[in-house]
């Protein structure tokens, strides 16, 4: 400022007062002071219009204008420019009025000298530059807390709201009346001593904290918020005040929630559709499978008749003249009847086309094929023992082409114990381990660790062919393990397996055979 004239509007019409002034700026030797005199409210208005100046000395009582309205019309015209007020000795309460009123000081004319009119001059003009600069920092801290959505208060070392944003009017549905009230009173009470320990620790330590807690409103209302804290330090460097910035996340919580119901039902549907997508291969297999059995019961058919026309020539013909002749014609005979009994069963599975795929459960599934077998049982000297565990998870497949495969095992059982026996059926939930001779994954479509339902079908009658099992006496079916039955065991196998299942053939050691038959649990997404 020294380096540059301070422009100077005096305005005032005491020909004295006004030359007190021109010669004490003359001398003031701390500034450089180029000066502008006029005498009325009007002239200076034309003045402040038509040029720039750092500041005016104005006098209240003018010929056209008098006391405070004049030093307002000056404010009027150049609202930023400082004004210090010139009064007389009896008008100091005036003046003091006018400084209140925005004016920046005031002289009383005759007790000042060039260095104080100088240095007020100065100090005026800081004081107005610094209350603009004060006044635009508020303006735009104004307009950013106004359009900001975000909730900023400052609390004292109470917790107390000091100032809170207007855009606290979205979260808490007012925005006004807040100041002085308590900032703890609107968090959900299950938050709320959570919230209070965690403000103790920043006034105590002087390090903000980022946190998520819940708002209950008076109108039942829950809001999410998200605050992150920052503190203000007094002089001395001790933590004052806190500086609570929040957002609302109510509105992302939701859309957390709802994202996570739809990822939900996508993976129940990729679940289902996989089901349905294994139910359809299943099906064409087991489509497959019934057309090449009907094929090779039509091809073997004839020729099995003819085998059987021919014993029953032999025995007419050759009549029993020799015993040995008489036993082989007549295995035969029973051999050819047997095989027989396997084509027409053949027949019967390639001809149910009709799948009827849903959950059942596996023990009313045995008993119903055991109400089927009820008459060859009651025909034959064989107790039965039923363990049938009620209640267990439903297994997807066809209820008739299950329940056939049952029959068939337990028709395979009574033919073995023809002369009497005991047939035990059982079935029960239990988790497939990996120490019963198979390592990771089984031959079926099970592995270690998996919860089955299990069915079991025991006999101790004769078991299978010994020589196809010498000295293995507990292994796993395959295509060699023939038993004199019903239905070739390899078709059964085959269907178990259609439906995701295994079966397993194992000759007992103190006689008989246990028919086990496993089918996965699906767990339920």
Same mark, same amino acid.
């Given at each position: 400022?020294?380096?540059?004239?301070?422009?100077?509007?005096?305005?005032?019409?005491?020909?004295?007062?006004?030359?007190?002034?021109?010669?004490?700026?003359?001398?003031?030797?701390?500034? $450089?002071?180029?000066?502008?005199?006029?005498?009325?409210?009007?002239?200076?208005?034309?003045?402040?219009?038509?040029?720039?100046?750092?500041?005016?000395?104005?006098?209240?009582?003018?010929?056209?204008?008098?006391?405070?309205?004049?030093?307002?019309?000056?404010?009027?015209?150049?609202?930023?420019?400082?004004?210090?007020?010139?009064?007389?000795?009896?008008?100091?309460?005036?003046?003091?009025?006018?400084?209140?009123?925005?004016?920046?000081?005031?002289?009383?004319?005759?007790?000042?000298?060039?260095?104080?009119?100088?240095?007020?001059?100065?100090?005026?003009?800081? $004081?107005? &530059?610094?209350?603009?600069?004060?006044?635009?920092?508020?303006?735009?801290?104004?307009?950013?807390?106004?359009?900001?959505?975000?909730?900023?208060?400052?609390?004292?070392?109470?917790?107390?709201? #000091?100032?809170?944003?207007?855009?606290?009017?979205?979260?808490?549905?007012?925005?006004?009346?807040?100041?002085?009230?308590?900032?703890?009173?609107?968090?959900?009470?299950?938050?709320?001593?959570?919230?209070?320990?965690?403000?103790?620790?920043?006034?105590?330590?002087?390090?903000?904290?980022?946190?998520?807690?819940?708002?209950?409103?008076?109108?039942?209302?829950?809001?999410?918020?998200?605050?992150?804290?920052?503190?203000?330090?007094?002089?001395?460097?001790?933590?004052?005040?806190?500086?609570?910035?929040?957002?609302?996340?109510?509105? $992302?919580?939701?859309?957390?929630?709802?994202?996570?119901?739809?990822?939900?039902?996508?993976?129940?549907?990729?679940?289902?559709?996989?089901?349905?997508?294994?139910?359809?291969?299943?099906?064409?297999?087991?489509?497959?499978?019934?057309?090449?059995?009907?094929?090779?019961?039509?091809?073997?058919?004839?020729?099995?008749?003819?085998?059987?026309?021919?014993?029953?020539?032999?025995?007419?013909?050759?009549?029993?003249?020799?015993?040995?002749?008489?036993?082989?014609?007549?295995?035969?005979?029973?051999?050819?009847?047997?095989?027989?009994?396997?084509?027409?069963?053949?027949?019967?599975?390639?001809?149910?086309?009709?799948?009827?795929?849903?959950?059942?459960? #596996?023990?009313?599934?045995?008993?119903?094929?055991?109400?089927?077998?009820?008459?060859?049982?009651?025909?034959?000297?064989?107790?039965?023992?039923?363990?049938?565990?009620?209640?267990?998870?439903?297994?997807?497949?066809?209820?008739?082409?299950?329940?056939?495969?049952?029959?068939?095992?337990?028709?395979?059982?009574?033919?073995?114990?023809?002369?009497?026996?005991?047939?035990?059926?059982?079935?029960?939930?239990?988790?497939?381990?990996?120490?019963?001779?198979?390592?990771? &994954?089984?031959?079926?479509?099970?592995?270690?660790?998996?919860?089955?339902?299990?069915?079991?079908?025991?006999?101790?009658?004769?078991?299978?062919?010994?020589?196809?099992?010498?000295?293995?006496?507990? $292994?796993?079916?395959?295509?060699?393990?023939? &038993?004199?039955?019903?239905?070739?065991?390899?078709?059964?196998?085959?269907?178990?397996?259609?439906?995701?299942?295994?079966?397993?053939?194992?000759?007992?050691?103190?006689?008989?055979?246990?028919?086990?038959?496993?089918?996965?649990?699906?767990?339920?997404?």
């Amino acid at each position: 400022m020294n380096d540059q004239s301070i422009k100077v509007l005096l305005v005032e019409d005491e020909p004295l007062a006004s030359e007190w002034v021109k010669v004490n700026l003359a001398k003031a030797a701390s500034a $450089r002071f180029q000066l502008s005199h006029v005498t009325c409210l009007d002239a200076a208005k034309q003045q402040l219009r038509a040029s720039p100046f750092d500041v005016v000395l104005l006098d209240l009582s003018l010929p056209d204008s008098q006391g405070l309205v004049t030093c307002t019309e000056v404010q009027t015209v150049t609202p930023a420019l400082p004004i210090i007020i010139l009064t007389a000795a009896d008008n100091e309460s005036l003046a003091l009025q006018a400084v209140r009123e925005g004016a920046q000081d005031y002289l009383v004319k005759g007790e000042f000298d060039g260095k104080l009119l100088a240095r007020v001059i100065r100090y005026a003009i800081e $004081r107005k &530059r610094a209350e603009q600069k004060l006044r635009q920092s508020e303006e735009f801290f104004r307009l950013i807390t106004e359009n900001v959505t975000d909730l900023i208060a400052v609390l004292d070392q109470n917790g107390n709201r #000091l100032y809170n944003s207007p855009s606290y009017k979205n979260s808490l549905g007012r925005a006004t009346g807040l100041e002085g009230t308590n900032s703890f009173k609107e968090i959900h009470p299950e938050d709320k001593e959570r919230i209070k320990q965690m403000f103790q620790e920043t006034i105590a330590g002087g390090v903000g904290h980022r946190t998520e807690y819940r708002m209950l409103l008076e109108d039942g209302t829950v809001r999410h918020i998200e605050s992150q804290g920052s503190v203000v330090k007094d002089a001395a460097g001790k933590p004052s005040k806190v500086v609570v910035v929040s957002r609302d996340i109510t509105e $992302r919580k939701e859309a957390m929630v709802t994202l996570e119901q739809t990822l939900a039902e996508l993976r129940t549907a990729h679940v289902a559709l996989k089901a349905t997508q294994m139910q359809l291969v299943q099906s064409e297999k087991l489509e497959a499978v019934s057309t090449f059995a009907g094929g090779i019961a039509h091809e073997v058919k004839n020729p099995l008749q003819t085998i059987m026309l021919g014993v029953d020539f032999l025995k007419t013909a050759l009549g029993s003249t020799d015993e040995s002749t008489t036993m082989v014609l007549n295995e035969m005979e029973q051999a050819a009847h047997r095989a027989d009994g396997v084509i027409k069963g053949l027949v019967e599975f390639s001809a149910y086309k009709k799948r009827d795929v849903r959950d059942h459960d #596996l023990s009313s599934i045995l008993e119903q094929a055991l109400q089927s077998v009820e008459n060859e049982l009651s025909g034959h000297a064989i107790k039965l023992v039923r363990e049938l565990t009620p209640g267990l998870p439903a297994i997807r497949l066809d209820l008739k082409t299950v329940k056939h495969v049952f029959m068939n095992l337990m028709l395979s059982a009574i033919q073995a114990m023809s002369s009497g026996g005991t047939l035990t059926v059982k079935t029960y939930l239990k988790q497939l381990a990996d120490n019963q001779g198979w390592s990771g &994954r089984t031959p079926g479509q099970l592995k270690s660790g998996d919860t089955i339902v299990v069915a079991e079908v025991e006999d101790n009658g004769r078991g299978v062919i010994e020589s196809k099992l010498a000295d293995k006496s507990n $292994r796993s079916y395959a295509t060699e393990m023939i &038993r004199k039955g019903v239905v070739d065991l390899m078709v059964l196998k085959k269907v178990v397996e259609l439906y995701g299942g295994m079966i397993q053939i194992i000759n007992r050691d103190e006689g008989g055979v246990r028919v086990v038959i496993m089918f996965k649990v699906q767990r339920k997404e």
